[in-house]
């Protein structure tokens, strides 16, 4: 490859890069996949305002706090969004104000009581909520949970946003959460400025790759 083929390939990468960076936010969730915090063993139950469980807050009937007990999605520990009632695990994030963001999470259900639909409601800041079950069949087990991935976006409206995920499962087998995460959606402008710049780039190779080829012929 040219060095000026190179340098076209490396300014594609840097539009690129420079594109997202600018669609994206410091919005950081921590401890999405639960991995921090107190060691729960098989698991242990945690009461309303505990903190246990580093970046998040319990709140409601409180949750039990997941670890050898059954299988995670993501690394060794997960929560059980019901104690012996319905609780609420949430954590206040920084946003800017007017971007949308996706949260991202994997969902199942507690096995032990029996089968059943599972249901649990997320909100940002009390507002915007949004509902979503796990159904427990007779193949799901501690060992086979069947975590599935689920997501949701909203806007922010605020420089803080609290996401909240609530247990609608008034029992002490509630729905299973773990590897919460979430990131910036890319503006509509965004992305067209990124094929715009890649369109130019491409076009720029191809100018260059006939020039060489009358030169040679």
């Given at each position: 490859?040219?060095?000026k083929?190179?340098?076209?390939?490396?300014t594609?990468?840097?539009?690129?890069?420079?594109l997202v960076?600018?669609?994206?936010?410091?919005?950081?969730?921590?401890?999405g996949?639960?991995?921090?915090?107190?060691?729960p063993?098989?698991?242990?139950?945690?009461?309303n305002?505990?903190?246990?469980?580093t970046?998040w807050?319990?709140?409601?009937?409180?949750?039990?706090?997941?670890g050898?007990y059954?299988?995670?999605?993501?690394?060794?520990?997960?929560?059980?969004?019901?104690?012996?009632?319905?609780?609420?695990?949430?954590?206040?994030?920084?946003t800017?104000?007017?971007?949308?963001?996706?949260?991202?999470?994997?969902?199942?259900?507690?096995?032990?009581?029996?089968?059943?639909?599972?249901f649990?409601?997320?909100?940002v800041?009390?507002?915007?909520?949004?509902?979503?079950?796990?159904?427990?069949?007779?193949?799901?087990?501690?060992?086979?949970?069947?975590?599935?991935?689920?997501?949701?976006?909203?806007?922010?409206?605020?420089?803080t946003?609290?996401?909240?995920?609530?247990?609608?499962?008034?029992?002490?087998?509630?729905?299973?959460?773990?590897?919460v995460?979430?990131?910036?959606?890319?503006?509509?402008?965004?992305?067209?400025?990124m094929?715009?710049?890649?369109?130019?780039?491409?076009?720029?190779?191809?100018?260059?790759r006939?020039k060489?080829?009358?030169?040679?012929?």
């Amino acid at each position: 490859m040219s060095t000026k083929r190179h340098w076209l390939v490396g300014t594609a990468a840097a539009l690129a890069a420079a594109l997202v960076a600018g669609g994206a936010s410091a919005a950081t969730l921590v401890n999405g996949s639960f991995e921090e915090g107190a060691d729960p063993g098989s698991f242990i139950t945690l009461g309303n305002g505990s903190t246990a469980i580093t970046g998040w807050t319990v709140k409601g009937h409180g949750v039990d706090y997941i670890g050898s007990y059954w299988t995670a999605a993501h690394g060794d520990r997960s929560v059980d969004l019901s104690a012996l009632n319905g609780g609420t695990i949430q954590q206040t994030i920084d946003t800017i104000v007017g971007k949308t963001y996706k949260v991202t999470f994997w969902l199942a259900g507690n096995p032990d009581g029996g089968q059943g639909d599972k249901f649990v409601a997320t909100s940002v800041s009390g507002d915007q909520v949004n509902s979503f079950s796990f159904n427990v069949g007779g193949g799901n087990t501690k060992q086979n949970m069947g975590w599935t991935q689920h997501s949701y976006t909203f806007k922010a409206f605020d420089p803080t946003a609290t996401l909240a995920f609530n247990s609608q499962t008034n029992t002490p087998y509630g729905p299973a959460l773990d590897n919460v995460s979430i990131s910036a959606v890319p503006e509509p402008a965004t992305w067209a400025m990124m094929i715009m710049g890649f369109g130019g780039v491409g076009a720029a190779v191809r100018a260059s790759r006939r020039k060489q080829a009358l030169a040679f012929a």
